[in-house]
């Protein structure tokens, strides 16, 4: 089993609330992130990591995912 919460009693400076992993098989403390994006996003990265072996194909997405988050940025 594992869990994803977040702490309104840790807040950044932007007001995002820490976002935290915790999982039963891991022999550790919950993991923070900065925000429950951060978190998000690092849970996508663990999942395309295992679903998604180092390549090619991978690399493209990354690059493709990259730029749709800069043209986002740039409105």
Do not use: C, I
Not at 33 to 52: C, E, P
Not at 59 to 71: G, I
Request: hydrophobic letters at 40%; aromatic letters at 16%.
């Amino acid at each position: 089993m594992a869990v994803m919460f977040l702490d309104p009693n840790d807040v950044d400076s932007d007001g995002e609330w820490a976002g935290y992993w915790l999982a039963s098989w891991a022999a550790a403390p919950p993991s923070r992130s900065g925000s429950f994006y951060d978190l998000m996003y690092d849970q996508y990265k663990s999942f395309h990591y295992v679903k998604r072996p180092a390549g090619e194909t991978q690399d493209q997405w990354d690059a493709k995912v990259e730029q749709a988050r800069l043209d986002a940025l740039d409105g």
